[in-house]
């Protein structure tokens, strides 16, 4: 068999050090970025935000993340482990051949191939961090590895090109296989998030008029709170924590409800429409009105943008389809479809442009009057209105969620409990639950 010619260009043993060094950190602080996830969706603060304390839970459960996880087992942070324990491998099995005086050209271009890889993802990356807004510190400093790396393995290394092609492309595959199959179990182990998680949990709600299990009072906050699986008992329980231990404001006459003014419970939400948790918690209220009994709860909706142009609480001022999707929002209030509009707004949150805002409401409101509505002075009133009465609440984020006047959280089991008993928090059953998490944060 013809062998190759050994390559023109030879990689330095410094530069291949440097290498393992950059893919060891990348290693690190992506194993960080996966206990962090961990902590966000057991509902701790995450350390590594940027720009605001929710921002790196937020990419990790947006739409993006949360379909890569879904269908392959691995969160985002899991890839990027993937990605370093290949980037670390690779140049030090070629270090070690030099060093015995081995053949390592394949190797040298699995090396560059696996650096491409991982200099194409951080792009996409990015392209997705600058759609959300939202800025983690630890991501960012990832996608710098990365990138360094690829400045050594592909512009340093240039002359050498891709010699033995297929047999390095072959044993970058082989790594990232190998890579894969050693996380996946912890992969699988990862948890989604508390509201996916319990959202999924609603789902078999309405099979609690079964029997009780055995030991467990025969009422239907009982049989729920004991169908829960141990994490969400215990996400429960820090909820009500939050509830319990926060202030109430009498809630006056709502501007507009979802459901009957009598209602035992009045649900009153607080949503900025780029906000991923806000999306999940308009979707958890769509369910729990099919799950609750009729007329057991009202939805009160109110704004809360993150922009600084119409919100004196937010410093800065960047993305204009925050105020006017609440401007928008106000203005179809009362109006049968409202919901329905929310729902579409959410649904393109990501990439909702302000002619969509308005050509999202065809046959809720002519452009014409949505523009003048919009516009008007009582518009503004009504969201100044809501964005002071959140500010009350020493709102830190979005979805702000209130019970009766009260703060509680948007997790779904949480709301569900609350439902069933008119807003009560001192039931038998939730003297089951684990004892709360004081430091807990959620939303």
Same mark, same amino acid.
């Given at each position: 068999?013809?062998?190759?010619?050994?390559?023109?260009?030879?990689?330095?043993?410094?530069?291949?050090?440097?290498?393992?060094?950059?893919?060891?950190?990348?290693?690190?602080? +992506?194993?960080?970025?996966?206990?962090?996830?961990?902590?966000?969706?057991?509902?701790?603060?995450?350390?590594?935000?940027?720009?605001?304390?929710?921002?790196?839970?937020?990419?990790?459960?947006?739409?993006?993340?949360?379909?890569?996880?879904?269908?392959?087992?691995?969160?985002?942070?899991?890839?990027?482990?993937?990605?370093?324990?290949?980037?670390?491998?690779?140049?030090?099995?070629?270090?070690?051949?030099?060093?015995?005086?081995?053949?390592?050209?394949?190797?040298?271009?699995?090396?560059?191939?696996?650096?491409?890889?991982?200099?194409?993802?951080?792009?996409?990356?990015?392209?997705?961090?600058?759609?959300?807004?939202?800025? &983690?510190?630890?991501?960012?400093?990832?996608?710098?590895?990365?990138?360094?790396?690829?400045?050594?393995?592909?512009?340093?290394?240039?002359?050498?090109?891709?010699?033995?092609?297929?047999?390095?492309?072959?044993?970058?595959?082989?790594?990232?296989?190998?890579?894969?199959?050693?996380?996946?179990?912890?992969?699988?182990?990862?948890?989604?998030? +508390?509201?996916?998680?319990?959202?999924?949990?609603?789902?078999? @709600?309405?099979?609690?008029?079964?029997?009780?299990?055995?030991?467990? $009072?025969?009422?239907?906050?009982?049989?729920?709170?004991?169908?829960?699986?141990?994490?969400?008992?215990?996400?429960?329980?820090?909820?009500? #924590?939050?509830?319990? +231990?926060?202030?109430?404001? *009498?809630?006056?006459?709502?501007? @507009?409800?979802?459901?009957?003014?009598? @209602?035992?419970?009045?649900?009153?939400?607080?949503?900025?429409?780029?906000?991923?948790?806000?999306?999940?918690?308009?979707?958890?209220?769509? @369910?729990?009105?099919?799950?609750?009994?009729?007329?057991?709860?009202?939805?009160?909706?109110?704004?809360? *943008?993150?922009?600084?142009?119409?919100? $004196?609480?937010?410093?800065?001022?960047?993305?204009?389809?925050?105020?006017?999707?609440?401007?928008?929002?106000? &203005?179809?209030?009362?109006?049968?479809?409202?919901?329905?509009?929310?729902?579409?707004?959410?649904?393109?949150?990501?990439?909702?442009? +302000?002619?969509?805002?308005?050509?999202?409401?065809?046959?809720?409101?002519?452009?014409?009057?949505?523009?003048? &509505?919009?516009?008007?002075?009582?518009?503004?009133?009504?969201?100044?209105?809501?964005?002071?009465?959140?500010?009350?609440?020493?709102?830190?984020?979005? *979805?702000?969620?209130?019970?009766?006047?009260?703060?509680?959280?948007?997790? *779904?089991?949480?709301?569900?409990?609350?439902?069933?008993?008119?807003?009560?928090?001192?039931?038998?059953?939730?003297?089951?639950?684990?004892?709360?998490?004081?430091?807990? #944060?959620?939303?």
């Amino acid at each position: 068999m013809k062998k190759s010619p050994p390559p023109a260009f030879t990689p330095s043993p410094g530069s291949l050090a440097g290498l393992v060094a950059l893919g060891g950190l990348t290693a690190l602080l +992506s194993l960080f970025l996966w206990a962090e996830l961990l902590q966000a969706r057991a509902g701790g603060a995450t350390s590594c935000a940027l720009s605001d304390p929710k921002a790196c839970a937020e990419l990790w459960d947006g739409p993006f993340a949360r379909i890569i996880q879904r269908f392959t087992g691995l969160p985002v942070a899991g890839w990027g482990l993937v990605w370093a324990l290949c980037a670390t491998a690779l140049p030090l099995l070629a270090l070690r051949r030099a060093a015995e005086g081995a053949p390592r050209a394949a190797w040298l271009s699995a090396v560059r191939i696996t650096s491409a890889a991982g200099v194409l993802t951080t792009f996409v990356l990015m392209a997705t961090v600058l759609q959300a807004r939202a800025y &983690c510190l630890g991501c960012i400093l990832t996608y710098l590895l990365v990138l360094a790396y690829g400045g050594i393995a592909l512009f340093g290394w240039r002359p050498l090109g891709l010699p033995e092609r297929d047999r390095g492309l072959f044993l970058s595959a082989a790594a990232t296989v190998a890579a894969f199959g050693l996380l996946l179990y912890p992969g699988l182990k990862t948890a989604s998030s +508390s509201s996916t998680a319990g959202r999924e949990a609603l789902a078999g @709600a309405g099979s609690v008029a079964a029997p009780a299990p055995t030991g467990v $009072p025969d009422d239907d906050v009982s049989r729920f709170v004991a169908s829960l699986a141990p994490g969400l008992r215990q996400t429960l329980s820090d909820s009500l #924590h939050i509830y319990r +231990s926060g202030f109430a404001i *009498p809630p006056g006459p709502a501007r @507009a409800l979802q459901g009957p003014a009598d @209602a035992p419970l009045r649900v009153t939400e607080f949503t900025d429409i780029r906000c991923g948790h806000c999306a999940e918690l308009h979707e958890t209220l769509s @369910a729990l009105g099919r799950e609750a009994k009729a007329g057991s709860f009202s939805v009160e909706p109110r704004q809360f *943008p993150l922009d600084g142009a119409c919100n $004196p609480h937010i410093r800065q001022s960047s993305d204009p389809v925050r105020c006017l999707t609440a401007q928008a929002r106000i &203005c179809v209030e009362g109006r049968p479809g409202a919901m329905e509009y929310a729902a579409r707004l959410f649904a393109r949150q990501a990439t909702l442009t +302000s002619a969509e805002v308005y050509s999202l409401a065809d046959g809720l409101m002519s452009r014409q009057r949505l523009e003048a &509505c919009v516009a008007s002075p009582e518009t503004q009133a009504k969201l100044r209105a809501d964005v002071d009465l959140a500010a009350k609440y020493d709102i830190d984020g979005t *979805p702000l969620v209130l019970l009766n006047g009260r703060k509680g959280t948007s997790f *779904p089991p949480f709301l569900y409990a609350m439902i069933l008993t008119g807003g009560r928090s001192d039931h038998p059953a939730f003297g089951t639950l684990p004892a709360a998490n004081p430091s807990a #944060h959620l939303h």
